[in-house]
């Protein structure tokens, strides 16, 4: 198994500009998520999804939107990059409970973006 | 906003030598779960506790978990080299699987 995979590992955009970050999982797990990363800040949740189809806001969700199509996939759309968006981003998969209890979490290997 | 806080935010001792992190939360919890992450790279879940456990093992780690005083530690005995990372813990508060992070403890591990 792969796990879970993101591309790309690094980007620059300049501010306005609009990019899709990818992920895939193929442990066929339901609830996928997505986090940023912060000096000093650990990881904040931008937004999740519990199953295909279903997807909702976490911590930090302006700026961003995402869609959950398949099980497999779950791509975060920056819609217009802004400098306080730069971070690093890590997409995550796990199984999850009835009851909505967590689980452990995979994590991909993260995207570095600069936007200047 | 953050719901675990870790203590020390960094932390430095020889190889041999035992590691021990805290984690501190606000609000009740279904389980905490606690994570390392080496430079650059996503991060890797290391053991889940439950509310109702008190204790749990894997390896060279163990985890306690105190609910009354809403806070966890994690201890690295034998430290090695390659221990060094940082080590986040994470709560879940029971609402959708929202996992919340701390900030980190840095773990330098010197020969």
């Known amino acids: 198994n792969a796990g879970v995979t993101q591309t790309p590992k690094f980007q620059v955009l300049k501010t306005g500009q609009s990019m899709t970050l990818q992920c895939a999982q193929d442990?066929?797990?339901?609830?996928m998520s997505w986090y940023r990363q912060d000096p000093g800040m650990g990881l904040r949740l931008i937004h999740y999804s519990v199953g295909a189809g279903i997807t909702d806001q976490g911590e930090v969700p302006n700026g961003y939107n995402v869609s959950r199509s398949t099980t497999e996939d779950f791509p975060l759309r920056l819609l217009s990059a802004a400098p306080s968006q730069t971070s690093v981003y890590f997409c995550?998969?796990?199984?999850?409970?009835?009851?909505?209890?967590?689980?452990?979490?995979?994590f991909g290997p993260g995207t570095r973006l600069t936007v200047t | 906003s953050q719901q675990g806080e870790e203590d020390p935010q960094a932390l430095s001792i020889q190889e041999g030598e035992n590691a021990t992190m805290n984690c501190s939360y606000k609000?009740?919890?279904?389980?905490l779960q606690w994570y390392r992450q080496n430079s650059g790279r996503g991060l890797v879940h290391l053991i889940l506790?439950?509310?109702?456990?008190r204790e749990k093992h894997s390896g060279r780690l163990r985890v306690t978990l105190d609910t009354s005083k809403k806070s966890s530690s994690l201890l690295i005995t034998a430290s090695r080299a390659a221990d060094t990372a940082s080590y986040f813990c994470a709560t879940d508060p029971g609402t959708a699987s929202k996992l919340t992070f701390g900030t980190g403890t840095r773990l330098q591990v010197t020969l």
């Open positions: 442990m066929n797990h339901e609830y």
């Open positions: 995550a998969s796990s199984r999850t409970a009835g009851t909505g209890e967590s689980y452990e979490q995979y």
């Open positions: 506790i439950r509310s109702n456990e």
């Open positions: 609000t009740s919890i279904n389980n």
